[in-house]
Nanobody, 123 residues
Framework: QVQLVESGGGLVQAGGSLRLSCAASGRTFSSYSMAWFRQAPGKEREFVAA????????EYRNSVKGRFIISRDNAKKTVYLQMDSLNPEDTAVYYCAAAYKAAAYISAAYNYWGQGTQVTVSS
């Protein structure tokens, strides 16, 4: 079992930055691919970024490349999402998710989810 707790959301003006954190419980954090998804009102949940359990490079959706950076600290069992140059289109609830020894871009592949943290970007 893995429990995920996100933090770091909030209200920011366009062009600003936020850093999300996701703290995980469990003993095998390094065996999980960790991802961030987001869901805006009236829209489907979408992939944002991920770091695979195998240690390969990070993956991003095109619209956040160059602005967001995902990182993980296996010793602290925490994954981060640094978000820079935010724009109103980034407004959503951001979810942290974990998938055991899997590399996937679809939400159905992830077994564990955090409660979500709201990110609101004002214009």
């Amino acid at each position: 079992q893995v429990q995920l707790v996100e933090s770091g959301g909030g209200l920011v003006q366009a062009g600003g930055s936020l850093r999300l954190s996701c703290a995980a419980s469990g003993r095998t954090f390094s065996s999980y691919s960790m991802a961030w998804f987001r869901q805006a009102p009236g829209k489907e949940r979408e992939f944002v970024a991920a770091m695979w359990w195998s240690g390969s490079d990070a993956e991003y959706r095109n619209s956040v490349k160059g602005r967001f950076i995902i990182s993980r600290d296996n010793a602290k069992k925490t994954v981060y999402l640094q978000m820079d140059s935010l724009n109103p289109e980034d407004t959503a609830v951001y979810y942290c998710a974990a998938a055991y020894k899997a590399a996937a871009y679809i939400s159905a592949a992830y077994n564990y989810w955090g409660q979500g943290t709201q990110v609101t970007v004002s214009s």
